[in-house]
């Protein structure tokens, strides 16, 4: 990346090429050369296909509820375009992003894959992934048809390579009877800072810790993100050339979360997922985690539960958010009948994402966050309204090695084995280190 | 190694008696090469050439994706020598997470299950069922056993602390998020699930003691302490020096349980060497730092191997 151009000045370029190839679109003049042109993946792209059968492999992580619905849409998009038939493959998310690269270097990759948001500058800087800039142009996908921040975070060296399909941010569960049981108001969760501490307050007058502070990245980490933001914070600056989560605003959430700990709002030492079975148990009347949620709590019987964005602790409404992404892999030899019949399938897929959301999703696409049927998932659409206040990491190759470090802090902080800010300085010296090692790996 | 020792000690208990007639001697010929060629084959594949070429590896920035894989020497190594190096702190933390495993759950796994070995080596009525009791455990993946104990031993929701409470003992011990808590429960749910391996193999260890040899120690007016030490120990020994190796390698490269059980929490305590390097080499693409990593540690076991091989023949 260039040193002297920011990343927003990029993204700017970016969208603007994007926007100058809708144009060209409308006037139908061909495939735009700004956008179409130069790349490996150069074959101007349509909404269909009419090229002789093809086959494709589409790789995946989605082992949960969301698997079936992803295959439910594979096999009608396999019925409606006979010409094309897609394989859909499943892996743990942890063994997929190991074994994607390993496929793709040994020329055995899948030819489409999902990937999360702040995976996808990592590949694209390693060659596992190829350019869609042209398939976003060639579907007319432009940042308007996203949310920014969404949109944006596919894009790597002033070239996008990934096309949300869906963001899954961090909501508020509430359980219903331990509010009531508290005398709060079960239909009215609290929004802000004091409203939350007073209600923590109540239920622990009742005996109840109300939020269980999670020392594991699943979701402590996320709220720790989650808070800094609220608090004005940055993780790391646009280009991440350095940490910033150890300054002010980090020291503010983590210092937050450990309180909840201090002062009895949380019990000590709680272990991975302990939390969500509290909330779960009656146990707690709170917890912050992914949108993925919806489906575990739909299937406890019995359970009176709601949901709502997170309440404002902080200055300004922020939450974390993971998004799923398209990609297509780079292959040994480029077929192009493959290429256009994944973009196809891109399309057709990102169209339907009302049918993902309903698997507990909030899908990219405004046009269908926007719609009624989205409107009518109340679950997924609280937790969707956060959907301009959602952050990713920069766009930067290796950025998870260093948000590695978070998990520590954030684990030495709520386990009590370090004050916050020790915690965080300590973390952010390790980030620093990481990130030059990054950037003379990936050319910074 | 273990292997050579056991066949040497049964060679010199029964030398090979003299040929009786004139036997036409011929060359082993091609035959023995012929037997060793498929074992060969898959050695040479699997672990000599990845073993050679890890070694190549490690001497360079090494990412299979990236065009450049500049050469940098020993810098991988160097680094991990470097108190001013990223993986310095992390790397020796994770040595040293590997070195308290080990060191308390060797001798659990050595002693433990030579107890129950020998117990169940007695004859009493329902005897093949305990012996699958124990063996049973071990049976299990580490997904399962992970999972199951890390439910278990949750600080606020398990079972283990909610039985300790219901019997009036502190019921907010942190077995799973704080120290030495977490070690204890690696090892003990370690010890657990693999103990019914080495009392396997003490068992069949057991049954190649010849019974005159008790027999004589109760001629000669010997207890049951003195069979043990003169019997059944010095009988054992191959056996013992397979278990001790074979364990102490095991649990210098655990990797599982904390990975599942801990994450490596409080903080980064619990991160085993094998947890480092596969994050450092899987995770963030820098094999070559990796392979150093696993160099060193297999430097380490190999000393350490050596070591223990030596005590046990010094003992003749």
Known sequence: MKPHLTRRGLLGLGVGAGGAVLLGACSDDGPNPVVGGGGENAQPAATNYTGPNVALAFWNGFTGGDGPVMKALVDRFNSENPNIKVTMNVYEWADYYQKVPAAVSTGNGPDLGIMHVEQVATNAARGVVLPLDDVAASLQLNEADFSPPVWRAGVYNNKRYAIPLDVHPQGMFYNKAVLEQAGLDPEKPPTTGEEYLAALDKLKSKGIQGHWATPFPFTGTHQFESLTWQFGGQLFDEQATKPLFAEEPGVKALTWLTDLVKNGYSPKNVAQDADLIALQNGKAAFNWNGIWTINTLRAVKNLEWGVSALPTIGSQPAAWAGSHNFVQFKQRSQDQNKLQAGKVFINFISKQSIEWAKGGQVPARKEIRDGAEFKALPEQAAIGSQIDNLHFPPSVPGIPDAMATIDTAVNEAILLRKEPAKALADAAGKANQILEQNRKKYGG | ?316
Do not use: C
């Open chain 2, 1 to 316: 190694m273990v292997e050579q020792t056991v066949r040497a000690e049964s060679a010199t208990a029964a030398p090979e008696p003299a040929p009786a007639g004139p036997v036409k001697r011929r060359g082993p010929g091609a035959t023995p090469y012929l037997f060793l060629l498929p074992y060969l084959l898959l050695f040479v594949t699997f672990t000599l050439v990845p073993a050679v070429y890890g070694l190549w590896v490690s001497l360079h920035e090494w990412d299979y994706l990236l065009p450049g894989k500049p050469f940098v020497g020993l810098d991988n190594y160097t680094a991990l020598f470097d108190s001013a190096s990223p993986v310095f702190d992390f790397f020796w933390q994770s040595m040293e997470a590997s070195g308290i495993f080990t060191v308390f759950s060797v001798p659990l796994l050595v002693v433990v299950p030579l107890g129950i070995a020998l117990l169940l080596n007695r004859s009493f009525k329902g005897r093949t069922f305990f012996r699958a009791v124990y063996f049973a455990p071990y049976v299990l993946g580490v997904a399962v056993i992970g999972l199951l104990w890390r439910f278990l031993l949750d600080p606020n929701l398990g079972a283990v602390n909610s039985l300790l409470g219901a019997i009036g003992l502190p019921d907010d011990t942190a077995w799973t998020t704080g120290l030495p808590w977490a070690w204890i429960s690696l090892v003990g749910v370690t010890v657990w699930w693999t103990l019914g391996f080495n009392a396997v193999i003490y068992l069949a260890g057991l049954q190649d003691i010849p019974r005159e040899l008790y027999d004589a120690a109760k001629v000669d007016g010997g207890g049951r302490w003195a069979e043990f030490r003169h019997v059944t120990l010095p009988g054992l020994r191959p056996v013992l020096l397979f278990v001790v190796i074979n364990t102490v390698l095991a649990s210098s490269n655990m990797f599982g349980q904390s990975y599942l059980i801990t994450q490596g929490a409080p903080g980064v305590e619990t991160r085993t060497a094998i947890m480092y390097i596969a994050e450092e080499g899987l995770r963030g693409y820098r094999m070559g730092s990796a392979s150093a990593m696993s160099y060193l540690l297999t430097l380490a076991l190999l000393i350490i191997s050596m070591t223990i091989f030596r005590l046990f023949r010094t003992k003749d």
